[in-house]
Each structure stands twice: as structure tokens, then as C-alpha cells.
């Protein structure tokens, strides 16, 4: 595998111009407009990767296909900006989770509930979901308990993973015998996510 010369690297980020010593040089030339002298210091080596789109199904084949621009550091702003007067969109990280699912792939770590990253995301996700929740009057919550929603600020993925192996092992051709061996060998996790349970006497909700 070839590496890349140091030199290639530390360079553009030694000799980067600020934003204002480039509006600088493009005040002193004479006619606006005019492309600024471009010093040997000042080129930048850019990578770029091409992108194939989706491959998933026959609906919008083309989504997702284009080029992925690759700066070193501290050229970010002087291709951000000539790039948005070009007329690209920008768009952040949640716009990067919304491509993913039009173009039908996951998106790190939202879609990876296993890995250690995934589950991080989670813990943290619904730590912030719950406090949000809390912040709210009680009047202003939503019932969650009413939609019939247990689990609204984090998925039970250990729950749906098991509820499907046993519908496997049923259509299976397994029958009852293999889902109560199951039922006895598999003994239920320690549950991870917040659950919503109506207090009846009380009426108030109860997060346990």
C-alpha cells in the first residue's frame, strides 16, 4: 500500500491562506473577478472518490451518485464558500442520515445497534430523549402509554431479535416443541431501554 509524502501533507496546512488575506489579493487586482495568482505554496492537493449511487432496488438507481471531496485541514472555508456560490447544497449530519435511507443502507452508527459504537449512540440518544421528556409539563407529554408505544426513546432491539427467532422457528416447521425448549433454555435479558407505565391510581406516569 503506498502512503503519502509528509511533506504533501504538512505543506497545505503550513502555507493555507485566512479568509482575509485572500480578500486582500482579490482587492488588488485590477479587473474583479480575475483569477488570483496561484504561488506553488499555495496549491493544494485535493482527493476525490466517486460515488456509485444506490444499488438497492430499481426505484432512483442515481440517488446517492456523485463525488466525495477530500481537503487537508484548514482548507475547508476557501472551498466552502466558492462551492456554495457554485450552487452546492449543504447539508449536515442529519441530512447525512436521511441520504442513507433514501438510498436504502445504513448510516453509522444509527443502523449498527451491536458494535460498541452503536450502542454508545443509544445510551446517549436516550439519555437526552428522556431528560427532554422531563423537562416538559405533564400535561404537555405525550402519551405515550395511549399509542401503545413502551419503549419511545430507545429500541428493544434484544426483544425484536428474539420475538423474530422464535416466528423463524415456528414457520420453521419446528412447532411448539421447539418454541418451549426455547422458552426454557433462553432465559430474558436485562432490559436496556426506558419503559412508560401508567400509574393508575395516581394517574401520573412512572418511568421504570
Not at 445510551?123 to 405525550?142: G, H, N, V
Not at 423474530?164 to 436496556?192: D, R, Y
Amino acid at each position: 500500500m503506498k502512503t503519502l509524502d509528509g511533506n504533501v501533507v504538512c505543506l497545505p496546512y503550513q502555507s493555507s491562506l485566512c479568509l482575509q488575506d485572500v480578500n486582500r489579493l482579490r482587492n488588488d487586482v485590477l479587473v474583479p473577478g480575475s483569477r488570483l495568482p496561484t504561488p506553488l505554496q499555495g496549491r493544494v492537493p485535493v482527493l476525490l472518490v466517486q460515488q456509485s449511487g444506490k444499488s438497492q432496488g430499481t426505484e432512483m438507481g442515481s440517488w446517492g451518485t456523485g463525488w466525495d471531496l477530500l481537503l487537508p485541514k484548514a482548507w475547508g472555508m476557501a472551498f466552502w464558500v466558492p462551492l456554495v456560490y457554485r450552487g452546492v447544497r449543504i447539508g449536515g449530519l442529519r441530512m447525512s442520515l436521511k441520504h442513507a435511507q433514501n438510498k436504502g443502507e445504513p448510516h453509522f452508527p444509527h443502523d449498527y445497534p451491536d458494535c460498541p459504537a452503536g450502542a454508545r449512540f443509544q445510551e446517549e440518544q436516550e439519555a437526552e430523549l428522556l431528560a427532554k421528556f422531563r423537562r416538559r409539563p405533564p400535561a404537555k407529554r405525550t402519551n405515550y402509554v395511549k399509542h401503545g408505544c413502551l419503549a419511545p426513546f430507545r429500541c428493544p432491539w434484544q426483544q425484536l431479535a428474539e420475538e423474530w427467532e422464535l416466528i423463524v422457528m415456528e414457520g420453521g416447521g419446528g412447532g411448539e416443541e421447539a418454541v418451549s425448549s426455547m422458552e426454557q433454555e433462553v432465559t430474558p435479558p436485562q432490559s436496556n431501554f426506558t419503559v412508560l407505565r401508567l400509574d393508575v391510581t395516581s394517574g401520573r406516569y412512572c418511568i421504570g
